[in-house]
């Protein structure tokens, strides 16, 4: 039976798994957090405490795909609207009421070392297991010197970590804003002003959409709107691209608590793959609810035990150095294209795909006969559709005719709606096999190009010496 | 245009709800995102007038609803009715790539009804060329499908076009014969009106019947064509046929969706097993017969209707009798008939009668539904246009007749099928007529 706990992250905070919720509307209240810790969450950051703020109505929006709700997520909240003195209070009952599971407090004060000493000490007093320091909240908040201002000025975050751990004796995590072009920057200054561990990524500036209705882009708050942050599924791969990029400079490397767009156990594995600690969760559980966290514990301990991993140290970071500079990858690594008929249904994506968005390399000619070569010598597909808007279809009335019609044959589509990959033409760029709707259908085969690996770094140092020029030929 | 009206009848409304409700707008946009958005896809080509399918629907998706209408209606005028009767099961649905998945198909036939809705509620016209742009006239006989889409197509391309049709209504059997829970007679009408003002002239009410009427037409008009559908139903041919209480499956349908026949009661037997029969016999229950039996001298796996038009028919609570024929129709107490039935069996692919195997069935409407005939007398006047079979020997792709100046399509033509047969052969001779016009002008 794996161990999906999480003992002594960032120097000290213990939680039954990594499952936590990330500071926001689902960590508003004692209350809340009591019942998300009954529902299974190992952990929860508590919504950013500060001077409380007043927000407007509305305060979301969001980005709809293909009939599907929220695949981003955007709002311009700013932190907690409750007293120093109502959270703290609640903290304290949670933490005695919870002791095995991790209560975090995000803390955004004003920018003077008094007023970080004085939090710091409340919300120890009050049991924290550790603090984040909230320097990523890219709305509102900036404007008056916190926030984001702090977090993409790194002096300002090395300064504001030092005083914080001149008084806390808890954990100290900060929070980093993706807001920046390069999100390395503040990580070495947290690190340098003596952070024991960062959580990212908090929401990137966003617009998500306008109303062409009202011409007011949303959230709509009296005929105007204000650029929020963005979230949810839609910025896993920015979240993990930065997360990374963290892990991977010894500068930067912390304990990481990795947040954006995780919903499922298998996002939140590839966020450990990767090196994160532990793993935080706002968007989907405002979407469904705390009890998606049961399917993240129960699916991470079957892919575990399927895996043969028996604590999180077994596999966390395995996939860090799988990450390299594009001018390591091997240039003579070669796959094609390859089409299973008996999966295929003949939609015939993948044709048009690589003809209009890839190299004009698969075929609707399995039935006329393969042609392979210059584009010239293929059809179009213009061509090839107006063909059928010339042909007659005619309704089968009979049972004969309808026989006929739906007869099977070797293939579950017809033939010449199997589509054919020209191999000596492909690139293997996989975009056929992204398109393509069936599971497995499309597979990248490798094709022994008989040369031995060579990088580009490779390649061109090689280049300085020997000034060759043109491709080995096959 | 006639000034017939169709009784607003409510108890018809009520009796002949829709099989298939609207989806809602929602629904319908849900529907349109699982579309795959094939390349050249399936359904477009199982389509006989090739609606751009994946088209259409993804303007429903993305909120296009007018681009999403009038994509349909450049393939298919009759884009709303063929929505709602099509048998999309056979058709475009049943060339859905998602079926080999085994998936539900695209549920095209409601979304196509979906952008055709949003249009009629818009209340906009169908864009036309400038009137006038071709020189060409062209009559059209009979003032169904095939002619309605011919003249819709001439007139949209700036030609002019004139629908003669002997009935009051225009619409052909999408008025008086499709099934109302489908398609209601006054939505047909309302299609017909929304194809007048495309600028089509209708003179209802007059049979084109003889060689001086068509010598008449030939003077007017460049070209005619023929649109006339299929013959009456065919007769059963057994003794007292002619008796009050039998009335076949056609003059049932349009007594019914005329409001002419309001009520049945009793035991109803239809003889047949075709679509039209199955029509006859969901009606009679739908009007209150509490017995409706389905005669059919073969078996079920041998009966021509859709499959699913039987399950449907089962559904409705109408009874199936295999392998029985009907040999006589005899008067039983209380005004009702007795019909003669006798067992068959199928041996060397003939039926043949099982000997001592009478059994009567006592019932008060006998409706037989053993197809229409072919078209006889007016083809016998049609000057230089051959027949083949009772149907009209046409170009497949043109619907030119034996006579240059007559095309023809729908029914007439292919023997019988679906309204979305007739639309395309109206619609690829009217493209015909057009080009032949134009090469004779240049
Ligand atoms: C009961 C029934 C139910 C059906 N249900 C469906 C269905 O659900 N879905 C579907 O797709 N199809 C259905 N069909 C088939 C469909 O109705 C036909 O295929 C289609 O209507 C054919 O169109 P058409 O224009 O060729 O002929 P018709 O619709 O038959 O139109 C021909 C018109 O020409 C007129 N006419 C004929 N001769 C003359 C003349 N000499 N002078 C003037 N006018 C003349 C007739 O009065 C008629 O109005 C059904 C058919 C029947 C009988
Ligand atoms: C409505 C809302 C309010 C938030 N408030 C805070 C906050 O007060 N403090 C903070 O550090 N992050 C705040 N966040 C950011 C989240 O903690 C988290 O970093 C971000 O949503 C990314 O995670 P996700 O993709 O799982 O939503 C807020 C996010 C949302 C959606
Ligand atoms: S995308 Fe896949 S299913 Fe569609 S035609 Fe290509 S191989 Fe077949
Ligand atoms: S991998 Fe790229 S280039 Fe090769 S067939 Fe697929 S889409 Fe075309």
């Not at chain 1, 109505?57 to 599907?68: E, H, I, P």
């Not at chain 1, 594009?326 to 003949?346: P, S, T």
Request: charged share 20%.
């Amino acid at each position: 039976m794996p161990d999906i706990g999480v003992r002594n992250f960032a120097g000290g905070i213990n939680s039954p798994n990594p499952f936590w919720l990330a500071s926001a509307p689902p960590t508003n209240t004692g209350e809340m957090i009591m019942r998300a810790f009954d529902a299974g969450w190992g952990g929860g950051v508590w919504k950013t405490i500060g001077e409380p703020i007043t927000n407007v109505t509305s305060r979301y929006s969001a980005t709809d795909w293909n009939g599907q709700r929220i695949m981003g997520f955007n709002n311009i909240e700013l932190i907690s609207d409750r007293t120093v003195e109502q959270n703290l209070r609640e903290m304290a009952e949670v933490k005695k009421r919870y002791p095995k599971n991790a209560v975090i407090a995000s803390l955004m004060v004003a920018s003077t070392r008094e007023a970080w000493h004085e939090i710091v000490t409340r919300t120890e007093d009050a049991g924290a297991d550790g603090l984040e320091l909230n320097f990523g909240c890219p709305h509102g908040m900036s404007e008056r010197g916190m926030g984001s201002a702090v977090g993409q000025v790194p002096e300002y975050a090395q300064m504001i970590t030092e005083w914080v751990k001149e008084k806390a004796r808890t954990p100290v995590l900060v929070k980093l804003t993706p807001n920046i072009s390069d999100i390395r920057t503040v990580a070495r200054a947290a690190k340098r002003g003596g952070a024991d561990g960062l959580s990212a990524i908090n929401t990137i500036n966003s617009i998500t959409g306008i109303d062409l209705d009202t011409f007011v882009p949303r959230p709509n708050v009296d005929g105007k709107s204000s650029h929020g942050g963005y979230c949810g599924p839609a910025v896993k791969p920015i979240a993990l691209n930065m997360v990374q990029q963290i892990l991977a400079d010894p500068e930067s490397t912390l304990p990481l608590s990795g947040i954006g767009g995780i919903g499922s156990w298998r996002d939140a594995a590839e966020f450990l793959l990767l090196g994160c600690g532990t793993v935080q969760v706002c968007t989907v559980v405002m979407h469904y609810g705390y009890r998606i966290v049961e399917d993240m514990a129960e699916g991470l301990d079957n892919w575990m035990r399927e895996k043969g991993f028996k604590t999180l140290e077994d596999f966390r970071g395995l996939s860090l150095n799988r990450v390299t500079e594009w001018k390591h990858l091997n240039l003579n690594y070669k796959i094609v294209a390859h089409i299973d008929e008996q999966k295929c249904i003949g939609c015939d994506l993948c044709h048009i795909a690589c003809w209009d968005g890839a190299h004009q390399c698969i075929h609707l000619d399995r039935v006329t006969g393969p042609v392979d070569g210059h584009l010239e010598l293929h059809r179009t597909p213009a061509a090839k559709e107006s063909e059928s808007r010339a042909s007659i279809a005619e309704t089968p009335v009979t049972r004969k005719e309808r026989a006929a019609a739906f007869a099977p044959g070797p293939y579950p589509a017809p033939l010449e709606r199997i589509s054919r990959v020209d191999e000596t033409e492909c690139v293997g760029c996989n975009l056929c096999s992204l398109v393509c709707p069936v599971d497995g259908c499309i597979t990248m085969v490798q094709v022994d190009t008989g040369l031995k690996p060579e990088t580009w770094d490779e390649r061109t140092r090689g280049a300085a010496c020997v000034p060759t020029v043109g491709e080995p030929a096959n | 245009m006639s000034t017939a009206v169709l009784p607003h009848d409510e108890q018809l409304r009520a009796r002949f709800s829709e099989l298939k409700p609207a989806l809602t707008a929602q629904a319908a946009v849900i529907e349109a995102d699982r579309c795959l958005n094939c390349f050249d896809a399936p359904c477009t080509a199982a389509c006989p007038t090739h609606i751009d399918v994946p088209g259409f629907i993804k303007r429903i998706a993305s909120g296009n609803l007018r681009g999403s209408a009038l994509r349909i209606l450049d393939a298919n005028i009759l884009g709303a009715s063929c929505a709602r009767v099509c048998p999309v099961d056979v058709l475009c649905e049943g060339a859905c790539v998602l079926t080999r998945q085994n998936r539900k198909p695209i549920q095209i036939g409601q979304l196509q009804r979906r952008a055709m809705d949003a249009f009629w509620a818009s209340g906009e016209a169908v864009p036309v060329a400038a009137p006038g742009t071709h020189k060409l006239r062209v009559a059209c006989i009979g003032g169904g499908p095939a002619s309605l889409a011919c003249a819709a197509e001439l007139c949209r391309q700036g030609a002019r076009a004139t629908v003669i049709e002997r009935r009051e209504l225009p619409g052909g059997l999408n008025t008086y014969g499709v099934a109302e829970y489908k398609l209601r007679a006054a939505d047909s009408v309302h299609e017909v009106e929304m194809i007048r003002r495309l600028g089509v002239e209708f003179r209802c009410g007059l049979e084109v019947d003889s060689a001086a009427a068509l010598v008449a037409l030939e003077a007017e008009f460049d070209f005619i064509f023929l649109g006339l559908g299929l013959g009456a139903m065919q007769r059963l041919n057994i003794p007292g046929e002619d008796a009050e209480g039998v009335m076949n499956a056609l003059e049932l349908i349009a007594a019914y969706k005329t409001g002419h026949l309001r009520e049945l009661h009793g035991t109803v037997v239809v003889v047949g097993a075709g679509n039209t029969a199955i029509d006859a016999a969901n009606a009679a229950r739908r009007l209150g017969a509490d017995t409706v039996y389905m005669l059919y001298r073969r078996s079920e796996s041998d009966m021509s209707a859709f499959d699913f038009e039987y399950e449907h028919a089962k559904q409705e609570g109408v009874q199936f009798l295999w392998r029985r024929q009907p040999v006589a129709i005899g008067q039983g107490e209380h005004g009702r008939l007795i019909l003669e039935t006798v067992q068959a069996r199928e041996a060397d692919g003939k039926i043949e009668v099982i000997p001592d195997s009478q059994s009567a069935i006592a019932c008060d409407l006998v409706v037989p539904a053993i197809g229409q005939s072919p078209l006889t007398q007016i083809l016998q006047e049609l000057r230089g246009v051959q027949a083949r079979d009772g149907k009209i020997v046409a170009d497949r792709v043109t619907g030119q007749t034996g006579n240059p100046r007559y095309y023809a399509g729908g029914d007439c033509v292919n023997g019988g099928r679906e309204v979305v047969d007739a639309v395309a052969g109206g619609k690829r001779a009217a493209r015909a007529m057009l080009k032949e016009a134009e090469v004779a002008h240049a």
